[in-house]
C-alpha cells in the first residue's frame, strides 16, 4: 500500500508557472506506475499525464501537451508535474494517483489517490 500527498499547489496568474509535487510512503514507491488528474468546479476528473515506474514512458492529455511535464525522483519517493504557461481552464484540484499496474491513462485503473491540491489561475 502507498499513500500519497500532494503539495505546491496555490494561486497564479496566467502564464505563470507552477510544480506539483506529490510524495508517496512505503518502499515500493519504484513498482508503481503515477499519475496526475484534475478536476475542475463542476466538471469530471480528468486524466493530466502519466508517468512509467522507471520514467521511461510518459503521456499527457492533449490539453497540457507541450506545457506541462510530469517526472519522478524513485530515491525521493516524489513524482512532480511541472506546469508552465498556465491557463484559466487549467485551474481545478490536481490529484495525484499510483497503480501497481502498467503506466496508463485510464482513472479507473489507478488504485491509490492523494487528497488532492488547489490550483487557481486567474486570467
Known amino acids: 500500500q502507498v499513500q500519497l500527498v500532494e503539495s505546491g499547489g496555490g494561486l497564479v496568474q496566467a502564464g505563470d508557472s507552477l510544480r506539483l509535487s506529490c510524495a508517496a510512503s512505503?518502499?515500493?514507491?519504484?513498482?508503481?506506475?503515477m499519475g496526475w488528474f484534475r478536476q475542475a468546479p463542476g466538471k469530471e476528473r480528468e486524466f493530466v499525464a502519466a508517468?512509467?515506474?522507471?520514467?521511461?514512458?510518459?503521456y499527457y492529455s492533449d490539453s497540457v501537451k507541450g506545457r506541462f511535464t510530469i517526472s519522478r525522483h524513485n530515491a525521493e519517493n516524489t513524482v512532480y508535474l511541472q506546469m508552465n504557461s498556465l491557463k484559466a481552464e487549467d485551474t481545478a484540484v490536481y490529484y495525484c494517483?499510483?497503480?501497481?499496474?502498467?503506466?496508463?491513462?485510464?482513472?479507473?485503473?489507478?488504485?491509490?489517490w492523494g487528497q488532492g491540491t488547489q490550483v487557481t489561475v486567474s486570467s
Open positions: 494517483a499510483a497503480t501497481r499496474g502498467a503506466v496508463t491513462i485510464l482513472e479507473h485503473e489507478y488504485e491509490y
Open positions: 512505503g518502499r515500493t514507491f519504484m513498482s508503481y506506475a
Open positions: 508517468i512509467s515506474w522507471g520514467g521511461s514512458s510518459t
